[in-house]
C-alpha cells in the first residue's frame, strides 16, 4: 500500500486555505477563547499527555474527547495512533460513556506525534528546483516511506470501520506540524506550521463545530431503528440506493449487516453485503464502492444492463445502481445531477491555469465518485465448490459468460479472481464485478493508461505483472486469470495431506518486486517459475486431486508455457529484452500458443473434454487447509514510537484492488446472519417498511468488520 500510494499526497497547500476550503468557521455559541495555551513548549509537543492537558485546559473543543492510546492498539487492526479523539455530547455521562480504548468505528480524528525531523515530506523549495521531475512529494527514504505507511494505515483503519466520504488527522513533527484530509482518491497535506503560532489551535475550533457530513461522515446510511432491538443481531444498518434511470423517483431502503467482503484499501475502495430489500422482503447483493470517473470507464449499472440486452448468460440479475448524492448539513437530500458525493484531492493538482501552483509535478491522483450497485442474484463464494467437478464447471459457466460478453459487446471485464466468479443456489457458475471492465471497439483498441493495470494480484496475468505500461489489457490476460484461480482454488482448498504449501502459494500468487523511483511495481517471477513446472509440479498436483481435474490445470500450464518461452523474470536492459522478443517471434510455439488464447474456444475445449470423463465427486469438495504465508516483518505489535509499527506492507501493497478470498470464506456465516434477520423480518415487515421508508437519512453510523 504504502509505495503505491505516496504518489498520492498533494500538497503542501497553504493552512489558511486549508481551513477556508474545508473547515468553514463555525457559527459558535461563543468566541474562540483566546490565551497562550502553552502549545510552544517542547515538553508538550513530544509529550502526548502534556498536549491532551493543554488542549483540554484551552476549551477550544467542549465536544471532543482526547484520548491517548500511543501504547493502545486497536483489537482488530492492532495500530496505535499517539492520540484518538471521540465526540460526546452534553447528556453523555463523561465517567462510563465516554471511551477508554481505541475504537475505530468511533473515531473523529486522530493525532500521530513524530519526533523532530521525521517529517516525511520533502521541502517545497526542493520540489520546485525542477518540478517536471517530480511524481512524488514523499522523501526517497525508508523512513519518510515507512512514516507515510503508518499514516496510510491509520487512515484506511478509520475508513474501513465507518460510511466515510473523507477525514481529518494530524501529524506532529515536534515543534511543527500538518493537517492532512484524506479521501478515497489521495490526500492533500498541508504546508508546516509551528505549534506555537495558533493554526493547530484554529483548527481544533472550528473542527469541534463542524457538522457530521463536514466531518466526512456518510449520511445516506444510518443506523436501524431502536425499537427492533430484537431483529439487530450483530450491528444493522440502513442504507439509501438511488436509480441512475430514475433520478427522480425516492431512494429504496435495504437492511444490511456489517460488510463481509471489503478491500483493504484506501483509494477506490469497496464493501459488498448481502442486504434485506425492505420492499421486495428478498435478500440481494448490495456492492458499495468509489467509482473511477473517466470516460473510458462505463458505470457497472450500464455493463450490467448492456449484458443484458445482449443476453449474455451466467451473470446476476440487475436491481438498481445509482451514485450516491451529496448531502447538505441539515440532513436534505440534493437531487443527484445537482451534486453528487465526489472525492476532491484531484482538483488541487497544480495543472495549466489551476491556482494551485503550491503543488509541483505530476501526481497520479484520480476522479472518483461514490457508486451503489444492487443486484439480485447473491451467489456462494467459489470456495465452497462441492467437488472439483463443481468448480471446472462453476469457471467454465463464467468462461461462457466472459466470451459471450465480449463478442457480442466488445466489454472485456479485466478483473478475474477468485472473488468474482460465485456458486448460484443451483450450483452452477456466474461472474461478477464488472466495474474495471472496459469496451474494446476494434481488437486492439484498448490502450494502456498510466497506472492502468487492473485486477486482483494473485489473478494477474504473468505478460500483465512483468510489463504492464507497454501493451493492453487482452482477451488472453483473462483466460489466463481463469487458470490461475482454478489452481489457487486447487491448491488452497484442497490440501488435505501432509504438504507444507503456504510458502509456495505466497512465492506464486503474491511475488512483486520493491517499487521504483516512478512507482512501479513488478511480478509474475513465480508464476513463470509454475508455469514450467518448477512451482506445483504435476505430482504436488496429483497428490492434491485425483479426478481429472489435473488433466485440465496440465493441459492449461502447458499452453502458458509455450506462450511465455524464451521470457525472463526480473529487471533486464532494454537490448536484452528486444532480443528476447525477437527470439519469441521466431518460435513457432509462441505464435500458436498466441493464437490459440486468442478466444477461448481452446479453453473451453480443454474443460468439456475433460468434464465428458469418468469424476469420482466422493472426498472431492473443498477444504481450508493452505494459507498464503505472509511477512513476519508486518507485525503490528512492535514498538510504537518508531515509524516501523506498521509500514502498510500487505500482500497487495501495490495494487488498487485487493483480493477478498480471505474474507470470502465468510459467506456462509453471513446468509445465516442474513437469513435469519430476514425471517424474523418478515413477521414484523409492514412497521419495519413503513418506519423505514419515512426515517431520515440520521447520523453517520459505525461500522465494524
Same mark, same amino acid.
Given at each position: 500500500?504504502?509505495?503505491?500510494?505516496?504518489?498520492?499526497?498533494?500538497?503542501?497547500?497553504?493552512?489558511?486555505?486549508?481551513?477556508?476550503?474545508? *473547515?468553514?468557521?463555525?457559527?459558535?455559541?461563543?468566541?474562540?477563547?483566546?490565551?497562550?495555551?502553552?502549545?510552544?513548549?517542547?515538553?508538550?509537543?513530544?509529550?502526548?499527555?502534556?498536549?491532551?492537558?493543554?488542549?483540554?485546559?484551552?476549551?477550544?473543543?467542549?465536544?471532543?474527547?482526547?484520548?491517548?492510546?500511543?501504547?493502545?492498539?486497536?483489537?482488530?487492526?492492532?495500530?496505535?495512533?499517539?492520540?484518538?479523539?471521540?465526540?460526546? $455530547?452534553?447528556?453523555?455521562?463523561?465517567?462510563?460513556?465516554?471511551?477508554?480504548?481505541?475504537?475505530?468505528?468511533?473515531?473523529?480524528?486522530?493525532?500521530?506525534?513524530?519526533?523532530?525531523?521525521?517529517?516525511?515530506?520533502?521541502?517545497?523549495?526542493?520540489?520546485?528546483?525542477?518540478?517536471?521531475?517530480?511524481?512524488?512529494?514523499?522523501?526517497?527514504?525508508?523512513?519518510?516511506?515507512?512514516?507515510?505507511?503508518?499514516?496510510?494505515?491509520?487512515?484506511?483503519?478509520?475508513?474501513?470501520?465507518?460510511?466515510?466520504?473523507? /477525514?481529518?488527522?494530524?501529524?506532529?513533527?515536534?515543534?511543527?506540524?500538518?493537517?492532512?484530509?484524506?479521501?478515497?482518491?489521495?490526500?492533500?497535506?498541508?504546508?508546516?506550521?509551528?505549534?506555537?503560532?495558533?493554526?493547530?489551535?484554529?483548527?481544533?475550533?472550528?473542527?469541534?463545530?463542524?457538522?457530521?457530513?463536514?466531518?466526512?461522515?456518510?449520511?445516506?446510511? /444510518?443506523?436501524?431503528?431502536?425499537?427492533?432491538?430484537?431483529?439487530?443481531?450483530?450491528?444493522?444498518?440502513?442504507?439509501?440506493?438511488?436509480?441512475?434511470?430514475?433520478?427522480?423517483?425516492?431512494?429504496?431502503?435495504?437492511?444490511?449487516?456489517?460488510?463481509?467482503?471489503?478491500?483493504?484499501?484506501?483509494?477506490?475502495?469497496?464493501?459488498?453485503?448481502?442486504?434485506?430489500?425492505? &420492499?421486495?422482503?428478498?435478500?440481494?447483493?448490495?456492492?458499495?464502492?468509489?467509482?473511477?470517473?473517466?470516460?473510458?470507464?462505463?458505470?457497472?449499472?450500464?455493463?450490467?444492463?448492456?449484458?443484458?440486452?445482449?443476453?449474455?448468460?451466467?451473470?446476476?440479475?440487475?436491481?438498481?445502481?445509482?451514485?450516491?448524492?451529496?448531502?447538505?448539513?441539515?440532513?436534505?437530500?440534493?437531487?443527484?445531477?445537482?451534486?453528487?458525493?465526489?472525492?476532491?484531492?484531484?482538483?488541487?493538482?497544480?495543472?495549466?491555469?489551476?491556482?494551485?501552483?503550491?503543488?509541483?509535478?505530476?501526481?497520479?491522483?484520480?476522479?472518483?465518485?461514490?457508486?451503489?450497485?444492487?443486484?439480485?442474484?447473491?451467489?456462494?463464494?467459489?470456495?465452497?465448490?462441492? /467437488?472439483?467437478?463443481?468448480?471446472?464447471?462453476?469457471?467454465?459457466?463464467?468462461?461462457?459468460?466472459?466470451?459471450?460478453?465480449?463478442?457480442? $459487446?466488445?466489454? %472485456?471485464?479485466?478483473?478475474?479472481?477468485?472473488?468474482?466468479?460465485?456458486?448460484?443456489?443451483?450450483?452452477?457458475?456466474?461472474?461478477?464485478?464488472?466495474?474495471?471492465?472496459?469496451?474494446?471497439?476494434?481488437?486492439?483498441?484498448?490502450?494502456?493508461?498510466?497506472?492502468?493495470?487492473?485486477? $486482483?494480484?494473485? @489473478?494477474?496475468?504473468?505478460?500483465?505483472?512483468?510489463?504492464?505500461?507497454?501493451?493492453?489489457?487482452?482477451?488472453?490476460?483473462?483466460?489466463?486469470?481463469?487458470?490461475?484461480? *482454478?489452481?489457487?482454488?486447487?491448491? +488452497?482448498? +484442497?490440501?488435505?495431506?501432509?504438504?507444507?504449501?503456504?510458502? $509456495?502459494?505466497?512465492?506464486?500468487?503474491?511475488?512483486?518486486?520493491?517499487?521504483?523511483?516512478?512507482?512501479?511495481?513488478?511480478?509474475?517471477?513465480?508464476?513463470?517459475?509454475?508455469?514450467?513446472?518448477?512451482?506445483?509440479?504435476?505430482?504436488?498436483?496429483?497428490?492434491?486431486?485425483?479426478?481429472?481435474?489435473?488433466?485440465?490445470?496440465? &493441459?492449461?500450464?502447458?499452453? @502458458?508455457?509455450?506462450?511465455?518461452?524464451?521470457?525472463?523474470?526480473?529487471?533486464?536492459?532494454?537490448?536484452?529484452?528486444?532480443?528476447?522478443?525477437?527470439?519469441?517471434?521466431?518460435?513457432?510455439?509462441?505464435?500458436?500458443?498466441?493464437?490459440?488464447?486468442?478466444?477461448?474456444?481452446?479453453? %473451453?475445449?480443454?474443460?468439456?473434454?475433460?468434464?465428458?470423463?469418468?469424476?469420482?465427486?466422493?472426498?472431492?469438495?473443498?477444504?481450508?487447509?493452505?494459507?498464503? +504465508?505472509?511477512?513476519?516483518?508486518?507485525?503490528?505489535?512492535?514498538?510504537?514510537?518508531?515509524?516501523?509499527?506498521?509500514?502498510?506492507?500487505? *500482500?497487495?501493497?501495490?495494487?488498487?484492488?485487493?483480493?477478498?478470498?480471505?474474507?470470502?470464506?465468510?459467506?456462509?456465516?453471513?446468509?445465516?446472519?442474513?437469513? /435469519?434477520?430476514?425471517?424474523?423480518?418478515?413477521?414484523?415487515?409492514?412497521?419495519?417498511?413503513?418506519?423505514?421508508?419515512?426515517?431520515?437519512?440520521?447520523?453517520?453510523?459505525?461500522?465494524?468488520?
Amino acid at each position: 500500500m504504502t509505495f503505491d500510494n505516496c504518489d498520492r499526497f498533494v500538497g503542501p497547500m497553504p493552512v489558511q486555505d486549508f481551513l477556508e476550503d474545508f *473547515l468553514p468557521s463555525p457559527e459558535a455559541p461563543a468566541s474562540r477563547p483566546k490565551g497562550d495555551f502553552a502549545f510552544s513548549k517542547p515538553s508538550v509537543s513530544q509529550n502526548e499527555v502534556e498536549l491532551i492537558q493543554a488542549i483540554r485546559k484551552s476549551r477550544l473543543c467542549p465536544d471532543l474527547h482526547f484520548l491517548n492510546t500511543t501504547s493502545r492498539p486497536d483489537k482488530t487492526y492492532g495500530l496505535k495512533p499517539d492520540i484518538s479523539v471521540f465526540s460526546h $455530547t452534553p447528556t453523555m455521562d463523561l465517567a462510563t460513556e465516554l471511551p477508554t480504548v481505541l475504537d475505530w468505528g468511533i473515531v473523529e480524528l486522530w493525532v500521530e506525534n513524530k519526533p523532530k525531523g521525521n517529517d516525511p515530506f520533502i521541502r517545497i523549495e526542493e520540489l520546485q528546483t525542477s518540478p517536471d521531475d517530480v511524481s512524488c512529494h514523499v522523501g526517497w527514504t525508508v523512513g519518510a516511506y515507512k512514516t507515510c505507511g503508518q499514516l496510510i494505515a491509520y487512515a484506511t483503519a478509520l475508513h474501513r470501520s465507518q460510511f466515510r466520504v473523507f /477525514s481529518f488527522s494530524i501529524a506532529l513533527f515536534g515543534d511543527t506540524g500538518r493537517l492532512l484530509r484524506w479521501d478515497r482518491s489521495g490526500v492533500i497535506y498541508t504546508e508546516p506550521f509551528r505549534l506555537a503560532d495558533g493554526d493547530l489551535l484554529e483548527f481544533l475550533w472550528r473542527f469541534n463545530h463542524l457538522s457530521a457530513v463536514d466531518r466526512g461522515h456518510d449520511t445516506t446510511v /444510518s443506523s436501524t431503528y431502536p425499537k427492533f432491538e430484537n431483529l439487530q443481531k450483530g450491528h444493522l444498518h440502513k442504507i439509501l440506493v438511488w436509480d441512475d434511470r430514475a433520478p427522480d423517483e425516492n431512494p429504496k431502503c435495504y437492511i444490511t449487516p456489517s460488510a463481509k467482503w471489503a478491500t483493504g484499501a484506501l483509494i477506490g475502495a469497496t464493501f459488498r453485503y448481502i442486504a434485506y430489500d425492505v &420492499e421486495s422482503r428478498n435478500l440481494v447483493y448490495l456492492k458499495d464502492y468509489w467509482r473511477v470517473d473517466h470516460p473510458d470507464v462505463q458505470k457497472e449499472g450500464d455493463v450490467y444492463r448492456e449484458l443484458h440486452e445482449a443476453e449474455v448468460p451466467n451473470i446476476a440479475r440487475m436491481g438498481r445502481a445509482g451514485d450516491v448524492p451529496q448531502i447538505l448539513g441539515r440532513g436534505e437530500l440534493q437531487v443527484p445531477w445537482l451534486g453528487v458525493q465526489r472525492t476532491k484531492t484531484q482538483d488541487y493538482l497544480s495543472r495549466p491555469g489551476s491556482p494551485c501552483s503550491w503543488c509541483p509535478g505530476h501526481l497520479c491522483v484520480e476522479t472518483y465518485i461514490h457508486y451503489r450497485l444492487v443486484l439480485e442474484t447473491v451467489g456462494m463464494s467459489l470456495n465452497r465448490f462441492r /467437488s472439483t467437478r463443481q468448480l471446472c464447471e462453476v469457471i467454465r459457466d463464467a468462461i461462457v459468460a466472459h466470451t459471450t460478453a465480449y463478442n457480442k $459487446t466488445r466489454i %472485456l471485464h479485466r478483473d478475474i479472481s477468485a472473488g468474482n466468479i460465485l456458486i448460484t443456489d443451483k450450483g452452477t457458475g456466474i461472474l461478477a464485478d464488472w466495474d474495471l471492465s472496459e469496451k474494446v471497439k476494434e481488437v486492439g483498441d484498448s490502450k494502456p493508461r498510466p497506472h492502468s493495470r487492473t485486477g $486482483t494480484w494473485q @489473478f494477474i496475468s504473468i505478460g500483465r505483472l512483468m510489463d504492464p505500461w507497454s501493451r493492453p489489457h487482452e482477451v488472453s490476460d483473462d483466460l489466463e486469470s481463469f487458470f490461475w484461480v *482454478l489452481l489457487y482454488e486447487v491448491v +488452497r482448498y +484442497r490440501n488435505d495431506g501432509p504438504m507444507r504449501l503456504g510458502e $509456495t502459494m505466497q512465492a506464486v500468487f503474491g511475488q512483486h518486486t520493491r517499487a521504483d523511483r516512478a512507482g512501479h511495481v513488478r511480478g509474475g517471477e513465480g508464476k513463470l517459475c509454475c508455469v514450467v513446472g518448477l512451482k506445483y509440479s504435476s505430482a504436488v498436483i496429483e497428490t492434491l486431486v485425483k479426478t481429472p481435474c489435473c488433466g485440465i490445470i496440465e &493441459e492449461m500450464r502447458s499452453l @502458458f508455457c509455450d506462450l511465455y518461452l524464451h521470457m525472463e523474470a526480473g529487471d533486464v536492459s532494454p537490448y536484452v529484452r528486444s532480443m528476447i522478443e525477437e527470439e519469441r517471434e521466431r518460435d513457432p510455439r509462441v505464435n500458436r500458443a498466441r493464437e490459440m488464447l486468442r478466444t477461448s474456444d481452446v479453453f %473451453l475445449g480443454i474443460i468439456e473434454k475433460f468434464l465428458k470423463s469418468e469424476w469420482d465427486i466422493n472426498n472431492d469438495s473443498g477444504m481450508r487447509l493452505t494459507e498464503p +504465508r505472509v511477512d513476519p516483518s508486518a507485525s503490528r505489535n512492535r514498538r510504537k514510537r518508531k515509524a516501523e509499527d506498521h509500514d502498510g506492507r500487505e *500482500l497487495n501493497i501495490h495494487l488498487k484492488r485487493q483480493s477478498r478470498d480471505g474474507l470470502s470464506s465468510q459467506t456462509s456465516s453471513c446468509r445465516n446472519n442474513i437469513f /435469519s434477520i430476514s425471517s424474523r423480518m418478515h413477521s414484523s415487515s409492514v412497521d419495519l417498511s413503513s418506519s423505514l421508508r419515512s426515517g431520515n437519512g440520521g447520523s453517520s453510523a459505525k461500522q465494524q468488520y
